[in-house]
């Protein structure tokens, strides 16, 4: 079984940065995206950022463009999501997923592997 775990969540300041972790482990099986989403209290759950996984090209949403950055360290069998200029609408739950192919706005189609979640609080 393929597990997600997300890490380097926490509570910063506006303009500040976090940068999240998402660790494959288990049985790997090869996948074309990788896609981080987060959710808000009260809102429905969006997607941000995807990798296509076969040669690393990154899509955005439009809130993200620009201050945040997905990326892959295949040795490390590691998805990341640097986040810089963070605003408090950057606050929810954060959660890395394993889908079947990237998303122009962010995110992947066909998810079948989500993480368990790691909480970012922007505070002004």
């Known amino acids: 079984q393929v597990q997600l775990v997300e890490s380097g969540g926490g509570s910063v300041q506006v303009g500040g940065s976090l940068r999240l972790s998402c660790a494959v482990s288990g049985r790997t099986v090869s996948t074309d995206c990788m896609g981080w989403y987060r959710q808000a209290p009260e809102k429905e759950r969006e997607g941000v950022a995807g990798i296509r996984t076969r040669d690393g090209r990154d899509y955005y949403a439009d809130s993200v463009k620009g201050r945040f950055t997905i990326s892959q360290d295949n040795a490390k069998n590691t998805v990341y999501l640097q986040m810089n200029s963070l605003k408090p609408e950057d606050t929810g739950m954060y959660y890395c997923?394993?889908?079947?192919?990237?998303?122009?706005?962010?995110?992947?189609?066909?998810?079948?592997?989500w993480g368990q979640g790691t909480q970012v609080t922007v505070s002004s």
């Open positions: 997923a394993r889908g079947r192919l990237v998303l122009s706005g962010g995110g992947c189609g066909g998810i079948y592997v």
